[in-house]
């Protein structure tokens, strides 16, 4: 396919747009076939930006396109859309509404621009975002320019129902540091591979020890939080459909969640189907449990009455230690998997079928004090659900991104299904079904082997 020339792709292109959005016949497209035109479309209007732009300019933009995340970061963090709001705002009224560093505040003048140094800066991150669609630039008064939110801009707005703050925080601050440090953490863990080596998140922010002891510090709490509700953003731009696509309501109660975080899948499970029987145990690590715990309290009593959560560790060395419930019918374990090196996912996941295959216990209390939900008889086909992103033809970007992102921060990785599915089996599962959605995650359903 290297050798189409640019006007093939375009002719794709538009046949695919027309199936989507063109005409007569356009209505029959069904939903997961439009879902992979839309997917497609993407793939070839980037194939022909590359055809066009060729290997000089491309590697280039891609290259500065780090440039564009710190636009981005710079206008949510400042709360830019959020400061214009409803209305109209110039360049200088946005300056002075947004906190910044009292020296990125200083009134010096350029002389050749005769404009303050905070307004230069604020313009040219506006500049670059309203090149990419964000912010509409309107008519202000004398030389001033001015801008008002558009669809693109709305969703930076912290109370946009769609708001992607958190994500834009937690990709373009925690996240994108650490990438930076990605060739530095690559030769600090040399062959032999040493256990315990930093990883570029290590090296950017100066701590040993997983991910997860960055967002659960204390002296930062508010990344924490900011990650928890980057993860909800995240589920919601990527895997909304999950909720729809996959039949969570023939599932057998409860359904024990490991590392199930805030709960962002089972708020929207509880809010999708109110009338459902299926009950939820969460396990996570202490730290997001009262997140997660603090979170709950603002849902409804209906939903919250339905979830539980238990404070462990799915990594514990013994099975009591990791505090996942015994012989239950169903596990998930959700976007979990990517965080970690091949042999702790086989660690984790031989940790959840030793909880699978042994008795429930009688006196199972959760982290608010509250008897769990448990089922009394063990299970006797327990299932293990796998909702995570897989890496295969019809992947777009994000799961590439995302790959780097993982590696990044914890080791991780995004993996193929065949990866995945020989790391259960390692652990003494079977593939017995798998499920695609209109979403970046896919669902691999298992079973304990030879039970
Ligand atoms: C990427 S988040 C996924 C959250 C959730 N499953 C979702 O899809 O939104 C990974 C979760 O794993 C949890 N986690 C990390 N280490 C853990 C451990 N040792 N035991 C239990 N949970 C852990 C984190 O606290 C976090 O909530």
């Not at 564009?68 to 110039?90: H, P, Q």
């Not at 006797?380 to 777009?396: A, D, N, V, Y």
Request: charged residues 20%.
């Amino acid at each position: 396919m290297a050798d189409r020339t640019p006007i093939e792709i375009a002719e794709e292109l538009l046949q695919l747009v027309k199936s989507i959005y063109g005409t007569s016949d356009s209505t029959s497209i069904a939903d997961q076939e439009a879902y992979d035109a839309k997917k497609r479309v993407q793939y070839l209007s980037q194939l022909i930006t590359r055809r066009v732009a060729g290997p000089l300019e491309y590697t280039i933009l891609l290259a500065e396109s780090c440039h564009e995340s710190a636009a981005l970061r710079f206008v949510a963090e400042y709360g830019v859309a959020d400061v214009i709001g409803d209305g109209i705002k110039t360049l200088s009224d946005i300056s002075k509404e947004v906190k910044v560093n009292a020296r990125y505040l200083s009134r010096y003048t350029v002389s050749s621009m005769k404009l303050p140094i905070k307004h230069q800066r604020i313009g040219a991150a506006m500049n670059c975002m309203h090149m990419h669609g964000y912010f509409e630039e309107v008519q202000g008064s004398g030389n001033s320019r001015a801008f008002r939110n558009n669809a693109m801009s709305d969703v930076l707005r912290e109370t946009h129902p769609q708001s992607l703050r958190a994500a834009i925080g937690f990709i373009c601050d925690d996240a994108f540091k650490a990438a930076a440090y990605l060739a530095e953490a690559a030769r600090e863990g040399e062959q032999p591979a040493v256990k315990g080596a930093p990883t570029a998140l290590n090296l950017a922010f100066g701590f040993e020890g997983p991910a997860f002891k960055h967002w659960a510090n204390a002296d930062h709490a508010w990344r924490g939080k900011r990650m928890g509700q980057a993860m909800k953003q995240l589920h919601q731009m990527a895997n909304a459909n999950v909720v729809t696509d996959f039949d969570w309501r023939a599932l057998q109660s409860p359904l024990v969640d490991l590392g199930g975080g805030i709960g962002t899948l089972e708020m929207a499970l509880t809010e999708a189907y109110p009338e459902s029987t299926l009950n939820f145990i969460i396990v996570d690590i202490a730290e997001t449990v009262r997140n997660a715990l603090s979170i709950w309290k603002t849902q409804p009593s209906e939903a919250r009455n339905r979830v539980c959560y238990v404070a462990g560790d799915f990594l514990a060395s013994t099975l009591e230690g990791t505090r996942i419930p015994y012989g239950q019918p169903t596990y998930l374990i959700r976007h979990v998997l990517h965080d970690w090196a091949d042999d702790e996912v086989v660690a984790i996941l031989k940790n959840v079928r030793a909880a699978m295959l042994s008795t429930p216990l009688e006196d199972a209390i959760a982290a608010d004090g509250r008897s769990l939900p448990v089922s009394h008889s063990p299970a006797k086909t327990p299932r293990l659900l796998l909702c995570e992103m897989l890496l295969q033809e019809r992947s777009g970007r994000f799961a590439y991104t995302t790959s780097i992102q993982v590696l990044a921060l914890n080791n991780g990785i995004i993996r193929t299904k065949s990866e995945m599915v020989a790391l259960l089996e390692r652990a003494g599962f079977r593939v017995v079904k798998s499920h695609a959605m209109r979403a970046a995650d896919s669902i691999l359903e298992a079973v304990p082997e030879d039970v």
